[in-house]
């Protein structure tokens, strides 16, 4: 069976017919299924990272109360550490105190000096700074001294004893006169 | 045979063409698949929309929690950072080295004999080691000796504590002076003694034997 003839009109109305189904497949894919399609994929996307981000935040959640529980003793051993100095700058608290301190052990006149201050290397220690202190104690007897150190160095953890002179003094020879270099650990507040 | 008469040939063949036209045929496949285009369309737009009503869902859980999880994280970063900061401080609190036993140990070797007029010490860079230096005075028959048992007792008693103990005389010189000790006229001799060790004690295994001395007076 041969095709049937198409006159010349029809060829043209065929033509026009392909035309227009193109145009329609091309609007319909461009225009409407496209975005839509797009959009969908899209919001698929964000459902997930929103998804995963939901999934992580359960996981932290959990982790923020874990280490709660176990920074339990860091955190009060961090607050103790915290109140053996206290506010303000230095060079205000620190002289005064030491100079109790030592009258306190029976050695008069001790006179603390600041020699310099530097900042830790180590990233964790960024909040604190080494202050090194210059203590003299003009007139001192060795057992009174041997007390006192003790007392400092058992009462005031953060505080380290870098030098020490002990020198006789010539005319009192049950006398000593003392140098002390200390590195003290302090927050910057 | 009858003769069969068409009088509407005309007529039918015109409704025939009409039939066949192929743009009427084309617009109605055209509307056909533009109607399936549009269900598929429909179908895509429901599962959009329920996608973005899933979204939308997630979205109101998202943001009830991320202050939650905000703070969370904070709170972590900040718990963190006190551990280690703690264990950074604990670290520097125990490796201080103590001056108060130190000065126990010395003040016990010291003899009556002998008498220090100067201790010099400090802790080494980075908790190297510990260098003192002791200078004095030794009175007795033979002053050296009783330097040497100086700094024999402090190679003893300073072993017992820490680790690699070094002690070496940097000086030791007779004097002209002539002391009296408990009535006796005695020579004296001035001291200095360089001391090295480090802070640590010694490893029990490795601990090796207190020199074996006799002490002489």
Not at chain 1, 38 to 65: F, G, H
Not at chain 2, 55 to 79: C, G, H
Not at chain 2, 198 to 216: C, E, F, G, V
Request: aromatic fraction near 8%; charge should be neutral; proline fraction near 6%.
């Amino acid at each position: 069976m041969s095709p049937p003839k198409l006159s010349k009109d029809q060829v043209q109305k065929l033509a026009f017919s392909t035309i227009g189904f193109v145009f329609l497949l091309y609007v319909y894919f461009t225009f409407f299924l496209g975005p839509l399609n797009r959009s969908r994929a899209a919001m698929l996307v964000t459902i997930q990272d929103r998804q995963s981000k939901l999934d992580e935040s359960k996981d932290k959640m959990k982790k923020a109360v874990s280490l709660e529980q176990q920074a339990k003793s860091a955190t009060s051993r961090f607050a103790t550490l915290r109140a053996l100095n206290p506010e303000g700058a230095p060079i205000a608290w620190f002289p005064p105190r030491i100079k109790a301190f030592f009258a306190n052990q029976q050695i008069d006149k001790a006179v603390a000096r600041l020699d310099n201050s530097t900042a830790f290397k180590e990233a964790e220690l960024s909040g604190w700074t080494k202050y090194t202190w210059l203590i003299d104690l003009p007139q001192a007897d060795f057992a009174s001294l041997g007390t006192a150190i003790a007392e400092l160095e058992n009462t005031e953890p953060l505080l380290s004893i870098t030098k020490l002179h002990i020198q006789t003094l010539p005319n009192q020879p049950q006398s000593q006169h003392v140098e002390i270099a200390a590195a003290s650990t302090i927050e910057k507040r | 045979m009858a003769l069969h008469l068409n009088l509407l040939h005309e007529e039918k063949l015109e409704q025939r063409q009409r039939q066949r036209d192929p743009l009427k045929i084309g617009i109605m496949v055209l509307s056909g698949f533009g109607a399936l285009l549009f269900l598929y369309y429909l179908f895509n737009a429901y599962r959009t929309l329920e996608i973005k009503s899933r979204l939308s869902a997630v979205e109101r859980n998202w943001t009830k929690i991320e202050p939650e999880v905000t703070a969370a994280d904070k709170r972590v970063a900040e718990l963190e950072g006190i551990i280690k900061t703690t264990s950074a401080l604990d670290n520097y609190i125990e490796n201080r080295f103590f001056w108060a036993p130190f000065l126990q140990k010395v003040s016990h070797c010291v003899p009556p004999n002998a008498q220090l007029t100067s201790l010099d010490a400090s802790v080494l860079d980075e908790n190297k080691g510990i260098s003192v230096s002791l200078e004095g005075v030794a009175a007795g028959r033979e002053p050296r000796s009783v330097a040497e048992d100086l700094r024999q007792m402090l190679i003893e008693q300073l072993g017992h504590g820490y680790g690699g103990v070094k002690v070496d005389f940097k000086t030791l010189e007779d004097l002209d002076t002539i002391v009296t000790v408990g009535g006796t006229n005695m020579p004296m001799a001035h001291y200095l003694l360089a001391i090295n060790f480090n802070p640590n004690p010694p490893a029990k295994s490795a601990a090796s034997p207190t020199p074996d001395h006799t002490r002489k007076r």
